[in-house]
T-cell receptor, first 114, second 113 residues
Framework: AQSVTQPDIHITVSEGASLELRCNYS??????LFWYVQSPGQGLQLLLK??????LVQGIKGFEAEFKRSQSSFNLRKPSVHWSDAAEYFC????????????FGGGTRLMVKP | EAGVAQSPRYKIIEKRQSVAFWCNPI?????LYWYQQILGQGPKLLIQ????????DSQLPKDRFSAERLKGVDSTLKIQPAKLEDSAVYLC???????????FGQGTRLTVV
């Protein structure tokens, strides 16, 4: 069965600093990988996804993520964090068959200091 | 285009009562999902529909949860009877076709007291 681990429950960074959120997955085949962001009271918004090809994926809002098969990781990065990036971030793995039945990690709550 | 619509936004019920949630997916989206998100956790898939057929309901607690999508558009998720541990946000998501991008609604927050 597939699983996703986000080791950091909370992260606090200063505005303008760089950010890296960790994600490790377990899946028997080549995974479909996703990062979602959830602001309070809002639904989940897709930041980026990896299906195949270039292992460095660019997303919206200046985010990127790198798929590393050898480490079973898909870490999310941003070079300079903005106060509006404060939210909860979820990594997810999708079964690479019909449909995006997603298995989510527990989430990382990002706080941004002024 | 309009997003995924869910109602109600909030619901408070007593344990052993029944409750229903409604989801209207994005127009033209054939695939629909229901997820349960317990406070402090990531969403957990409950059921996936393709048009009006169930693709996967292996994680749906069928003794108390049911879902339908009769005409391949709107969907309802029902809990009967509710338990305290059902308190969660119930998220609906839709997708134009499999393996594209799932769009999520804002969810229904259920509190069982």
């Amino acid at each position: 069965a597939q699983s996703v681990t986000q080791p950091d429950i909370h992260i606090t960074v200063s505005e303008g600093a760089s950010l890296e959120l960790r994600c490790n997955y377990s899946y028997g085949a080549t995974p479909y990988l996703f990062w979602y962001v959830q602001s309070p009271g809002q639904g989940l918004q897709l930041l980026l996804k990896y299906f195949s090809g270039d292992t460095l994926v660019q997303g919206i809002k200046g985010f990127e993520a790198e798929f590393k098969r050898s480490q079973s990781s898909f870490n999310l990065r941003k070079p300079s964090v903005h106060w509006s990036d404060a939210a909860e971030y979820f990594c997810a793995v999708g079964a690479n068959n019909a449909g995006n039945m997603l298995t989510f990690g527990g989430g990382t709550r990002l706080m941004v200091k002024p | 285009e309009a997003g995924v619509a869910q109602s109600p936004r909030y619901k408070i019920i007593e344990k052993r009562q029944s409750v229903a949630f409604w989801c209207n997916p994005i127009s033209g989206h054939a695939t629909l999902y229901w997820y349960q998100q317990i406070l402090g956790q990531g969403p957990k898939l409950l059921i996936q529909f393709q048009n009006n057929g169930v693709v996967d309901d292996s994680q749906l607690p069928k003794d108390r949860f049911s879902a339908e999508r009769l005409k391949g558009v709107d969907s309802t998720l029902k809990i009967q009877p509710a338990k305290l541990e059902d308190s969660a946000v119930y998220l609906c998501a839709s997708e134009r076709t499999a393996n594209t991008e799932a769009f999520f609604g804002q969810g229904t927050r259920l509190t069982v007291v």
